[in-house]
């Protein structure tokens, strides 16, 4: 089965719909979503009704930590996504509020584990982005492949038969066969569809194809600058949009 | 978990098992067959059993993961790998015939035949290092030939993929890899740099053209890590018949530094197949080592362990390409060859590791016979090649960026497209012809390059032809 992944749309139209066109277009018959379907973006009603519509259909769905923020005001978020955020809860209805609500912290799916940000401790929203952190939430987990977002960045770390782990930045469009050999592990960090943050501007996301046990890391580009400018219409912090035209 | 018992009959996802070829530390080669299969195959099995040297099976992964992905005349062609819970095993052709490994006993071999087996070594390195490939154990059991001629690299265990995760990287903390071929950056770990494996062939051409090993057969730390900072004695010191051209493109192959070997397999290949323009530096003449004092300053060099960030591999390969142009001396315009030049110098002044070679061919007769010697008693060949440096100079190019080559054909369109072929080109240059009455008499010779060179090729005009004209 081909299954395409997204995570962090953050409210970004756009880049979502450019990137559900392009992995049906590969022929995709599964979607997984990572969480972080609002914040940053100017389009988190959207967005989520789109999620819930396909979720309806038989996609999957895990909670990101700004889908969490929606209805709990403690949950910490940086201060201009605390603006973005007060912005986006005067925008969902509540049948949205309830679905994101409703969603799990983690997807188990046999081989394969789906969760936002790490799987050693899922509701602390840690980060990927070392050997270490990599290390801790392999240990954590007895799934094969762990795919989270989260980082907004696409890195594969594995782990071999002796505890080592390997980083890899992957390059786009190249498929990686995840070797199920004894003690062989796989983390895969996905990109961000809405808020790229690797200095492609171009939307993140990936395809996993579960015979062949091939992941490929995907961008789809998209209309950058109208994304930019509902953000600004909207009056959500320029810096949101700024950022989106260089992908960082 | 109940393995399937490996042993001779014995089949395993519709392959029979006919009979053991080498049983080694790492894996055992068992020889098979499978109904309606007609390429001779090999069996890879790991040996992975408790207590085994995980380097076994971190080193297998990274082949399974390595060699689908591989295709071509230089590598054995994969046919299938097998489930890592049931039976972990790789399937793949089996090259006839033995191994350079074999031929150690009559080394040292004739300088023109060392020549020859680097020529195709090379010309397989470069083919894989354009598949993002970097070998790391380039060695004499590592490399056959077919019946054909061509080498075939096998055993990409410890080999780097540029676009796939590095496995081995941070396995062991000892550098693996062959002692005696093994590169000084991989003895620092450094494992994506593509000239790592034009260094070890340049052992093996040491070794094979001289009978001794450049940098011995230590393989204690120390041993290995004498090749930071002490070069190998001459071949020129060892055997006094020993051809500068020879010397020179073997000592660049080993330098220390990678940046000043050779930038790629496909620039060694083309020296290696134009001996008498090779380029003599000091290299060529050396009879001794380097002084004690350069000695003792590489070894005291604290850059020495420094990381080095490379680009991705394909635009290292990409930055130091082989330009050929194709100049017309005869019906060529002035305005044409000056427009090519300008065409040549663009792509030169971009890319300072680029090389241009400079062609001309001399059109034979179909029935006529022909003297290679003009009514005047000039050789022919002699003046185009004058001519063709002639045309070159104003581009200003150091000695070994240039080489001026005058092919001999019926049809130069063939000509050109053989030189490309042969010689690795990656980019041509030529003009199209202007007058539209030969064009239409003898046909294009760029249209027919063209649309048949396997490379980039660029047609070049004077300037914007008129409309009306």
């Not at chain 1, 961008?219 to 912090?237: C, F, S």
């Not at chain 2, 082989?322 to 060859?337: F, K, Y």
Request: charged fraction near 25%; proline fraction near 6%; aromatic fraction near 6%.
């Amino acid at each position: 089965m081909l299954i395409a992944m997204f995570a962090d749309i953050h409210a970004n139209r756009q880049a979502f719909r450019a990137c559900l066109a392009q992995a049906s277009d590969f022929g995709a018959e599964q979607n997984v979503f990572l969480g972080d379907y609002v914040g940053y973006g100017a389009d988190p009603e959207w967005t989520v009704t789109t999620v819930m519509d396909l979720v309806e259909k038989g996609a999957r769905a895990v909670l990101g930590n700004h889908d969490g923020a929606v209805s709990n005001p403690r949950e910490r978020l940086n201060v201009e996504a605390q603006t973005a955020m007060e912005w986006t809860r005067g925008e969902l209805g509540s049948a949205e509020r309830r679905f994101l609500e409703g969603l799990p912290l983690t997807l188990d799916d046999g081989e394969r584990l789906y969760v936002h940000s790490e799987a050693s401790s899922p509701k602390s929203w840690r980060y990927v982005t070392s050997i270490d952190a990599a290390a801790r939430s392999i240990i954590a987990t007895t799934a094969q492949i762990t795919i989270c977002g989260h980082v907004h960045r696409p890195a594969l770390y594995s782990m071999s038969v002796t505890g080592k782990i390997t980083a890899f930045t992957p390059k786009t469009g190249s498929a990686i066969q995840l070797l199920a050999g004894p003690g062989r592990r796989w983390l895969a960090v996905l990109g961000s569809v809405g808020q790229p943050r690797d200095g492609n501007p171009a939307a993140s996301y990936a395809m996993l194809d579960t015979e062949r046990r091939e992941l490929t890391y995907c961008r789809a580009p998209y209309d950058v600058e109208e994304a930019a400018t509902r953000i600004r219409k909207n009056g959500l912090p320029t810096w949101f949009a700024d950022r989106l035209l260089v992908g960082e | 978990m109940v393995r399937p018992f490996l042993e001779l009959g014995a089949t395993i996802d519709r392959f029979r098992i006919d009979e053991c070829l080498h049983q080694g530390g790492m894996a055992t080669l068992w020889r098979v067959s499978r109904a309606g299969t007609t390429m001779p195959m090999l069996m890879k099995v790991p040996r992975i059993a408790e207590g085994e040297d995980p380097a076994a099976i971190v080193s297998f992964e990274m082949e399974q993961m390595i060699l689908p992905r591989l295709s071509g005349i230089h590598v054995p062609k994969f046919v299938a790998a097998g489930d890592f819970a049931v039976q972990p095993y790789i399937v793949v052709e089996r090259i006839p015939g033995a191994t350079l490994f074999q031929r150690l006993p009559e080394l040292p071999l004739p300088y023109a035949e060392v020549a020859d087996l680097g020529l195709k070594i090379a010309a397989a390195l470069d083919d894989l290092h354009r598949q993002h490939v970097i070998h790391l154990d380039v060695k004499p059991s590592n490399i056959m030939f077919r019946p054909t001629g061509e080498a075939v690299l096998l055993d990409f265990g410890l080999s780097h993929h540029d676009q796939l995760p590095d496995l081995m990287q941070e396995e062991f903390r000892l550098p693996f890899g062959t002692a005696p071929y093994m590169s000084p950056e991989q003895l620092l770990g450094v494992r994506n740099d593509p000239r790592s494996d034009i260094f070890a062939l340049g052992v093996l051409l040491y070794f094979f053209s001289t009978g001794v090993r450049p940098f011995g057969e230590s393989e204690t730390m120390y041993g290995m890590r004498r090749r930071l900072w002490r070069d190998p004695i001459p071949p020129r010191r060892l055997k006094p018949d020993y051809p500068a051209w020879l010397q020179e493109v073997v000592l660049r192959c080993i330098e220390i530094e990678p940046a000043w070997r050779y930038p790629t397999a496909a620039q060694l290949a083309f020296e290696l197949s134009h001996p008498d323009q090779v380029k003599l530096t000091n290299r060529s003449e050396r009879l001794e080592r380097d002084p004690l004092t350069t000695v003792l300053r590489r070894r005291f060099n604290k850059d020495l362990a420094r990381s080095i960030t490379l680009p991705a591999m394909a635009r290292q390969i990409s930055s130091a390409p082989i330009v050929a142009v194709a100049v017309d001396l005869v019906e060529g315009s002035t305005l044409l060859n000056d427009a090519l030049r300008i065409a040549a110098e663009r792509i030169l002044a971009t890319l300072p590791s680029a090389r241009l070679a400079c062609l001309n061919v001399l059109k034979l007769g179909r029935i006529t016979v022909d003297f290679t010697l003009d009514e005047q008693g000039h050789n022919k060949r002699i003046d185009r090649l004058v001519a063709l440096k002639h045309w070159a100079e104003p581009l200003k190019l150091e000695n070994h960026r240039l080489t001026a080559h005058v092919l001999e054909a019926v049809d130069p369109a063939n000509a050109i497209l053989e030189f490309v072929q042969a010689n690795h080109i990656d980019q041509v240059l030529i003009g199209a012809r202007q007058n539209s009455l030969l064009r239409n008499l003898l046909g294009s010779v760029s249209a027919k390059v063209a649309a048949e060179a396997p490379c980039t090729v660029t047609i070049v005009r004077p300037g914007r032809t008129s409309e009306t004209a």
